[in-house]
T-cell receptor, first 118, second 113 residues
């Protein structure tokens, strides 16, 4: 396993179209996160899963956004009726949920999917 | 929500120079993380800090966790061209393992050969 994999790397779509991105996490990681990053900003949290359960959603995740992780492995992020403001890099990360002794468990990021809405 | 403020926003230095950047927070973090992001790539973790006052090194990188738990700095010594990129500080929103991260806005570093 070489790390978190995201597809496609780039997506150009017309406003109003639907797009779907895929993330394959590191195989033993049970937590999977989606972040959005706009130019000149740090990544902003969108949502995360533990196994197949979606445990938290940011208020940034409007009704047009939906994420799934049906078998607790790969995840998809769909944006319906895209708007120009959706143009951004969409980053996926994965981590273990727990480590022995507690504490922060490192999140590993994929290379991202850059979305351009024209 | 929690906010992280990084400074400077950008730096232009000559190869071989030392670099210092910092990050301040409006609230306490119990873990501080420093990431680097190359163009077209995702962030990569450089250093993680877990205790107030902790000073940790990773090669030419050194980071410190401020004793107030509201700040951290990252130093890069003897910069080289491959140090170019955006450096982000980040912290977990909660102390539970695997918590979502809050990121600063980044410091863009340019190294002139």
């Amino acid at each position: 396993d070489t790390g978190v994999s995201q597809n496609p790397r780039h997506k150009i779509t017309k406003r109003g179209q639907n797009v779907t991105f895929r993330c394959d996490p590191i195989s033993e990681h049970n937590r999977l996160y989606w972040y959005r990053q706009t130019l000149g900003q740090g990544p902003e949290f969108l949502t995360y899963f533990q196994n197949e359960a979606q445990l938290e959603k940011s208020r940034l995740l409007s009704d047009r956004f939906s994420a799934e992780r049906p078998k607790g492995s790969f995840s998809t992020l769909e944006i319906q009726r895209t708007e120009q403001g959706d143009s951004a890099m969409y980053l996926c990360a994965s981590s273990l949920a727990y480590i022995r002794g507690g504490g922060y468990t490192e999140a590993f990021f994929g290379q991202g999917t850059r979305l351009t809405v024209v | 929500g929690q906010q992280l403020n990084q400074s400077p926003q950008s730096m232009f230095i000559q190869e071989g120079e030392d670099v210092s950047m910092n990050c301040t927070s409006s609230s306490i973090f119990n873990t501080w993380l420093w990431y680097k992001q190359d163009p077209g790539e995702g962030p990569v973790l450089l250093i993680a800090l877990y205790k107030a006052g902790e000073l940790t090194s990773n090669g030419r990188l050194t980071a410190q966790f401020g004793i107030t738990r509201k700040d951290s700095f990252l130093n890069i010594s003897a910069s080289i061209p491959s140090d170019v990129g955006i450096y982000f500080c980040a912290g977990p929103e909660r102390e539970t393992s695997g918590s979502r991260l809050t990121f600063g806005e980044g410091t863009q570093l340019t190294v002139n050969p």
